[in-house]
C-alpha cells in the first residue's frame, strides 16, 4: 500500500527477479494502477531499484527484464507525476509521457556509464526529493564533500 505524504501518495514496486536482474510482477503493476486509480486527487510518485531505460552502459545487463512493458505500463497512469530508481549508480533524469524518471547517484560508488565495466570518481551522494502539495516538486543532487 502507499505512504500518504501530504497529497502525494508514495508507491513501490519490488524488482528484484534473479541475481541482479530485475523484473516488475504484473501483480504489483495491477495493485499500484489500481490505487492511483482510487484516489485521482492525489500526485503520485513511483519508486523501484531497477533501471527502466538502457543506460548505454555495462550495468545493462543487470536491466529491468520487462523493461518496455513498465514503460507502457508507466505512460498510461494518469496521475503519475514521478518515477525514481537507483541500480546504475548515477544521476539521470528523462521524461516519459507525463512523468519524469529520475536515477539515483549511490551513497557509496558510482558506476561508470561506459560499456565496460568501471567505477567513477565522481563523489558519493544522494538525490532530494521535494514535493509541493500542489503537486510540483524539485530535486536536487547532494554530494559528499
Known sequence: SPVSLGNWQI???????????GHASAAELYAVAGAIEAKPQYYHLLALHHHIRLSN????????????????????????CAVIHGHIHAQDHYPLSDCTVMSVPS????WAMQPDFGVDDTQPGSRELLLSDDG???TTIRRLP
Not at 11 to 21: A, P, V
Open 57 to 80: 552502459s555495462w550495468m545493462d545487463k543487470h536491466y529491468l527484464t520487462n523493461a518496455d512493458e513498465v514503460a507502457q505500463w508507466i505512460a498510461r497512469q494518469s496521475g503519475l
Open 11 to 21: 508507491h513501490g514496486i519490488d524488482t528484484r527477479f534473479k541475481g541482479t536482474l
Open 136 to 138: 510540483n516538486w524539485t
Open 107 to 110: 551513497t557509496c560508488w558510482q
